[in-house]
T-cell receptor, first 113, second 113 residues
Framework: KAGVTQTPRYLIKTRGQQVTLSCSPI?????VSWYQQTPGQGLQFLFE???????NKGNFPGRFSGRQFSNSRSEMNVSTLELGDSALYLC????????????FGPGTRLTVL | GQQLNQSPQSMFIQEGEDVSMNCTSS?????WLWYKQDPGEGPVLLIA?????ELTSNGRLTAQFGITRKDSFLNISASIPSDVGIYFC?????????????FGEGTQLTVNP
């Protein structure tokens, strides 16, 4: 069974631009969560989508948004990029019940110049 | 918000030695997970724990879910060079809907051959 895939793997943008990242979960998984990883803040939860609905949200500004499609694939969008948005963005998929483990993709490395 | 304290921050050991790291929390978690992350990759799930007091092994790895539900430890026996990486603990609580994880700061493990 294929794992979680994320595209693109690397991205370079400039301040003020917007960016869209994509995540394809493991087949059969209905939940997709997004995390931001930085050296200073570690792994921080952004939001979770389940059956095309945002089910949980972390403490990030409204510039960070996401959506999920009927095939469970998810996209994350960041508008008006800031230098501090440079990070590794990770997506994780699970079956979606409380006890289900989350499996991570390789991440998208975003650099904002 | 919930905080996870993971220690030690880093460890330098000789090949063949045993390793122990732990996480403590001010809040109760219902699930504890341990992940390993290699540079430029996403975290890989090592062990998942679901019940207080549970002791689970995965090869040379052993992890326990603390009785108070506020802590967990991971042991690695007979370390080998490929054990090098960053190890993260993560907790999931009842108070949080869906599949949200709170991560520790990570333990950087270096194994000298």
């Amino acid at each position: 069974k294929a794992g979680v895939t994320q595209t693109p793997r690397y991205l370079i943008k400039t301040r003020g631009q917007q960016v869209t990242l994509s995540c394809s979960p493991i087949s059969g998984h209905r939940s997709v969560s997004w995390y931001q990883q930085t050296p200073g803040q570690g792994l921080q939860f952004l939001f979770e989508y389940f059956s095309e609905t945002q089910r949980n949200k972390g403490n990030f500004p409204g510039r960070f948004s996401g959506r999920q499609f009927s095939n469970s694939r998810s996209e994350m969008n960041v508008s008006t990029l800031e230098l501090g948005d440079s990070a590794l963005y990770l997506c994780a998929s699970s079956l979606g019940q409380s006890y289900n483990e989350q499996f991570f993709g390789p991440g998208t490395r975003l650099t904002v110049l | 918000g919930q905080q996870l304290n993971q220690s030690p921050q880093s460890m330098f050991i000789q090949e063949g030695e045993d390793v122990s790291m732990n996480c403590t929390s001010s809040s109760i978690f219902n699930t504890w997970l341990w992940y390993k992350q290699d540079p430029g990759e996403g975290p890989v799930l090592l062990i998942a724990l679901y019940k207080a007091g549970e002791l689970t092994s995965n090869g040379r790895l052993t992890a326990q879910f603390g009785i108070t539900r506020k802590d967990s430890f991971l042991n690695i026996s007979a370390s080998i060079p490929s054990d090098v990486g960053i190890y993260f603990c993560a907790g999931q609580s009842w108070e949080t809907s869906g599949s949200r994880l709170t991560f520790g700061e990570g333990t950087q493990l270096t194994v000298n051959p």
